[in-house]
């Protein structure tokens, strides 16, 4: 027992905190059998993997492949933002977002948000900043989001997508932060894209 390892509790309840590098060790990956498409429409698909578990045993597990995506946070002043507005079936209701959607075969994520920001938006960024990228659902999703901060707009828009329907509004970044901590902004991507540019942007900025 290593007291270094305990995680501070005054009820001794008996929890530790496991050694990372140990845990690493001791875990092994999922080996990939096959795989089958059971639906596929444009770049959404729904796959069944085959696999083999670290003990051997073998399961089936469901996966829906949207392959990359990028997410745009337009800046039209330093403090002033641009946001979309459109009907989502699933939550079945308006929502407020950045700019954004997938990533066209071969398309760099950098020429991927700069053609979303003009579609949806209507500007051209003269600076694209990454702020990172992730899994909105690493465990049956397979789709990586890059997000970028995009300043120095000018109007150089794209026709939209044709079931795209957009109201398009700016709105001063603290009024966008506010509503992405007060649920406001229910998108999961924009509510990181916004606080992101608030730590990249510093506290002297919002």
């Known amino acids: 027992r290593n007291p270094q390892s305990e995680i501070g509790n005054p009820?001794?309840?008996g929890a530790w905190v496991i050694d990372a590098e140990e845990t690493v060790a001791e875990l092994k990956a999922w080996k990939r059998l096959g795989s089958r498409t059971l639906y596929q429409q444009a770049h959404v698909l729904v796959r069944e993997d085959a696999l083999e578990l670290p003990d051997g045993r073998e399961r089936t597990y469901p996966v829906l492949a949207l392959?990359?995506?990028v997410g745009?946070?337009?800046?039209?002043?330093?403090?002033?933002?641009?946001?979309?507005?459109?009907?989502?079936?699933?939550p079945q209701g308006f929502s407020w977002e950045v700019p954004g959607g997938s990533i066209a075969a071969g398309e760099p994520p950098e020429q991927a948000a700069q053609r979303e920001l003009r579609e949806e938006a209507g500007y051209r960024a003269g600076?694209?900043?990454?702020?990172g990228g992730f899994w909105p659902n690493n465990a049956y999703l397979d789709e990586v989001i890059h997000v970028y901060l995009a300043e120095n707009l000018v109007n150089d828009p794209l026709p939209a997508d044709q079931d795209e329907h957009l109201e398009v509004q700016s709105f001063p970044f603290d009024?966008?932060?506010a509503m992405a901590q007060d649920d406001r902004i229910s998108c999961g991507l924009t509510k990181l894209a916004i606080l992101w540019a608030a730590i990249a942007r510093g506290p002297s900025t919002v």
């Open 11 to 13: 009820r001794g309840m």
């Open 67 to 69: 392959g990359g995506s």
């Open 72 to 90: 745009v946070l337009p800046f039209l002043s330093k403090q002033e933002v641009v946001l979309v507005r459109q009907y989502r079936h699933v």
């Open 127 to 131: 600076r694209l900043r990454r702020l």
């Open 175 to 177: 009024v966008a932060l």
